[in-house]
């Protein structure tokens, strides 16, 4: 292809790749956002990048105990997200931003997976999110050093760190599959490349692994115990028994559905995120996808289409991974788990594709080859060009993450950040120093947390007690006897338990619900809790108005009693914001 040519479709395809993610930045902006729980920790970690309290660690996960809470690996998503979150004000939609950016970055390769992820997936910094592209990104960088490109070894070292560090399930599947791809490069090129020629891009990738990792070597030689022994004594002793090898299978192969891939639904939440709730579907698409692209190896090996074999190995190396991770989850299989499993869904979808199309292209007299090298190319512009017009569409109606929790922060913060400063109660105005506290019935606390960022957003002086050290992190622990008010957030029936205590005062109080949710919500809550006593699970009662999250995790509850109960999380609870003297005492 002449280079003129070769340039005008790349600006075009990347201008079709942007202008989806600007409509989204944009559709974003309003109304503003309000982080909660995990969005909130992360953008409270990004505000620290460059400081004397830069982190060393990713977002705490379910690593040990919630008294020594364990990390994921690194901080580079945060590291990453910084700029673009300075550059754009360091507000909370600078923070959606920055993600989108992130997207852009390795996005060319992956239309249909952001058509199908969807832009709940792509514009929210959230961490089991962040990496799903830098992993497809990966993949390809596997691919490259299996072919012999020497140089994709210290690209695939910066992918892998991005994903390793920020979600822990990566560590295994990208150290596998990037040793595994780089062995077979070594190995099968050794009689184009001798091992000389390996030594300066290793270099390169092993001098970029040592500084992109420092900081997790410097928070182990620092801390006693440091959140890397803090993992490996987790995956030593975990709490509960891995799903099993069997399980694991099922799931990945739930995966491979290309069914899955639609693209468009009726959320902010796209075909292969809904279809990720359900790890217990159906196999059968899975296994037929499976059946093609075995199919497609054996014309690969007749045709001896060498680098398309290559391919194959990589997505070989990476199902046996995916089954074997997928397997070791503990617990419960959560959605977002397993969303990477779709990148190698992609990945054989291009192995079939692409090696079809070599072989019908052999089969062409040489005067038409020419001819169906420009139809392909235009072929692919179109497809990119429909799925950049798809992704817009779905732009226009880019939802904000967790809109009712966002919703009932937005409603008590103004009159509490003005409570505050003016000293209504026990508070003590704009120099006063405020430990943050919780009492939530509906979301373990999520949006305690959004309250802690946005306070200090506001200019004020706020912090948590010892036990949130992880989630809020260690620097914003303020010590009992510097603490001059306690600012709770509190929802449901804990509102009016810290009431009843002496010297507490309303800063902020709101009710998001309509009149009819109101009625909905007693009504059902009150049947729900019925239903339960007599179906023998009457310990779940209490739950229903003290940790209504953690009522909906409890294994027995049939199908329709844990609908009703993610109803009643939908329709959510009066929320309020109280000041408290110091030294109150907790529920």
């Given at each position: 292809?002449?280079?003129?040519?070769?340039?005008?479709?790349?600006?075009?395809?990347?201008?079709?790749?942007?202008?989806?993610?600007?409509?989204?930045?944009?559709?974003?902006?309003?109304?503003?956002?309000?982080?909660?729980?995990?969005?909130?920790?992360?953008?409270?970690?990004?505000?620290?990048?460059?400081?004397?309290?830069?982190?060393?660690?990713?977002?705490?996960?379910?690593?040990?105990?919630?008294?020594?809470?364990?990390?994921?690996?690194?901080?580079?998503?945060?590291?990453?997200?910084?700029?673009?979150?300075?550059?754009?004000?360091?507000?909370?939609?600078?923070?959606?931003?920055?993600?989108?950016?992130?997207?852009?970055?390795?996005?060319?390769?992956?239309?249909?997976?952001?058509?199908?992820?969807?832009?709940?997936?792509?514009?929210?910094?959230?961490?089991?999110?962040?990496?799903?592209?830098?992993?497809?990104?990966?993949?390809?960088?596997?691919?490259?050093?299996?072919?012999?490109?020497?140089?994709?070894?210290?690209?695939?070292?910066?992918?892998?760190?991005?994903?390793?560090?920020?979600?822990?399930?990566?560590?295994?599947?990208?150290?596998?599959?990037?040793?595994?791809?780089?062995?077979?490069?070594?190995?099968?090129?050794?009689?184009?490349?001798?091992?000389?020629?390996?030594?300066?891009?290793?270099?390169?990738?092993?001098?970029?692994?040592?500084?992109?990792?420092?900081?997790?070597?410097?928070?182990?030689?620092?801390?006693?115990?440091?959140?890397?022994?803090?993992?490996?004594?987790?995956?030593?002793?975990?709490?509960?028994?891995?799903?099993?090898?069997?399980?694991?299978?099922?799931?990945?192969?739930?995966?491979?559905?290309?069914?899955?891939?639609?693209?468009?639904?009726?959320?902010?939440?796209?075909?292969?995120?809904?279809?990720?709730?359900?790890?217990?579907?159906?196999?059968?698409?899975?296994?037929?996808?499976?059946?093609?692209?075995?199919?497609?190896?054996v014309v690969a090996w007749r045709s001896r289409l060498e680098r398309l074999l290559r391919l194959d190995l990589v997505i070989a190396g990476g199902l046996v991974l995916a089954v074997v991770s997928a397997g070791n989850i503990f617990g419960k299989i959560w959605y977002y788990l397993t969303l990477w499993a779709y990148g190698l869904t992609a990945l054989i979808v291009l192995a079939v594709a692409a090696?079809?199309?070599?072989?019908?292209?052999?089969?062409?007299?040489?005067?038409?080859?020419?001819?169906?090298?420009?139809?392909?190319?235009?072929?692919?512009?179109?497809?990119?060009?429909?799925?950049?017009?798809?992704?817009?569409?779905?732009?226009?109606?880019?939802?904000?993450?967790?809109?009712?929790?966002?919703?009932?922060?937005?409603?008590?913060?103004?009159?509490?950040?003005?409570?505050?400063?003016?000293?209504?109660?026990?508070?003590?105005?704009?120099?006063?120093?405020?430990?943050?506290?919780?009492?939530?019935?509906?979301?373990?606390?999520?949006?305690?947390?959004?309250?802690?960022?946005?306070?200090?957003?506001?200019?004020?002086?706020?912090?948590?007690?010892?036990?949130?050290?992880?989630?809020?992190?260690?620097?914003?622990?303020?010590?009992?006897?510097?603490?001059?008010?306690?600012?709770?957030?509190?929802?449901?029936?804990?509102?009016?338990?810290?009431?009843?205590?002496?010297?507490?005062?309303?800063?902020?109080?709101?009710?998001?619900?309509?009149?009819?949710?109101?009625?909905?919500?007693?009504?059902?809550?009150?049947?729900?809790?019925?239903?339960?006593?007599?179906?023998?699970?009457?310990?779940?009662?209490?739950?229903?108005?003290?940790?209504?999250?953690?009522?909906?995790?409890?294994?027995?509850?049939?199908?329709?009693?844990?609908?009703?109960?993610?109803?009643?999380?939908?329709?959510?609870?009066?929320?309020?914001?109280?000041?408290a003297p110091p030294d109150v005492a907790p529920l």
């Open positions: 292809m002449p280079a003129g040519r070769a340039r005008a479709v790349a600006i075009a395809v990347i201008v079709l790749l942007v202008i989806p993610l600007v409509v989204a930045a944009v559709t974003l902006h309003s109304p503003r956002w309000y982080p909660t729980l995990d969005l909130a920790m992360t953008e409270l970690r990004v505000r620290d990048v460059g400081g004397a309290d830069t982190p060393l660690v990713g977002l705490p996960g379910r690593i040990g105990t919630l008294e020594q809470q364990g990390s994921h690996p690194g901080p580079i998503s945060f590291y990453a997200l910084a700029p673009t979150y300075r550059a754009l004000g360091s507000s909370a939609w600078a923070l959606q931003v920055g993600a989108l950016v992130l997207v852009a970055s390795v996005g060319l390769a992956a239309m249909a997976l952001a058509l199908g992820y969807g832009f709940s997936v792509l514009s929210e910094p959230w961490n089991p999110y962040m990496p799903l592209f830098f992993w497809l990104a990966f993949l390809i960088a596997c691919w490259g050093m299996a072919v012999g490109d020497r140089w994709c070894a210290p690209i695939a070292v910066v992918l892998a760190s991005f994903c390793a560090q920020t979600h822990l399930p990566y560590v295994g599947l990208t150290v596998g599959l990037g040793l595994g791809s780089l062995a077979v490069g070594i190995l099968l090129e050794r009689h184009e490349l001798s091992w000389r020629d390996w030594l300066a891009p290793l270099g390169v990738a092993v001098v970029a692994g040592l500084v992109l990792w420092s900081p997790v070597v410097a928070d182990q030689l620092v801390h006693d115990p440091g959140n890397a022994r803090m993992i490996v004594d987790h995956f030593r002793d975990p709490p509960e028994d891995p799903v099993g090898l069997r399980d694991g299978l099922h799931v990945i192969l739930v995966h491979l559905d290309l069914t899955s891939m639609g693209g468009l639904t009726s959320g902010g939440s796209g075909s292969l995120v809904d279809s990720s709730y359900d790890p217990k579907g159906p196999v059968g698409p899975g296994l037929a996808l499976l059946a093609v692209w075995v199919a497609s190896v090696t079809a199309a070599t072989v019908l292209e052999g089969r062409l007299v040489p005067e038409r080859r020419e001819t169906w090298q420009r139809a392909s190319l235009v072929g692919l512009v179109v497809l990119i060009a429909m799925g950049s017009v798809a992704l817009t569409v779905k732009a226009l109606d880019a939802p904000e993450p967790s809109p009712l929790l966002s919703r009932g922060l937005a409603l008590v913060l103004p009159d509490t950040i003005e409570g505050l400063e003016e000293g209504k109660g026990a508070a003590t105005g704009p120099d006063g120093r405020y430990v943050v506290t919780w009492s939530d019935a509906l979301f373990i606390g999520s949006q305690g947390y959004g309250l802690v960022s946005e306070l200090e957003r506001a200019g004020l002086d706020v912090g948590v007690r010892d036990w949130a050290k992880a989630p809020v992190t260690p620097q914003r622990v303020i010590p009992p006897d510097e603490v001059t008010a306690v600012v709770h957030f509190a929802s449901g029936d804990y509102i009016g338990q810290w009431l009843a205590k002496p010297g507490v005062e309303v800063l902020a109080q709101a009710d998001p619900r309509t009149p009819a949710e109101r009625e909905e919500y007693e009504a059902l809550e009150a049947a729900v809790a019925a239903d339960l006593e007599q179906s023998g699970l009457g310990d779940i009662v209490p739950l229903l108005s003290g940790n209504l999250f953690g009522a909906s995790l409890d294994p027995r509850l049939s199908d329709a009693q844990l609908d009703d109960i993610e109803r009643l999380l939908e329709l959510g609870l009066p929320v309020a914001v109280l000041v």
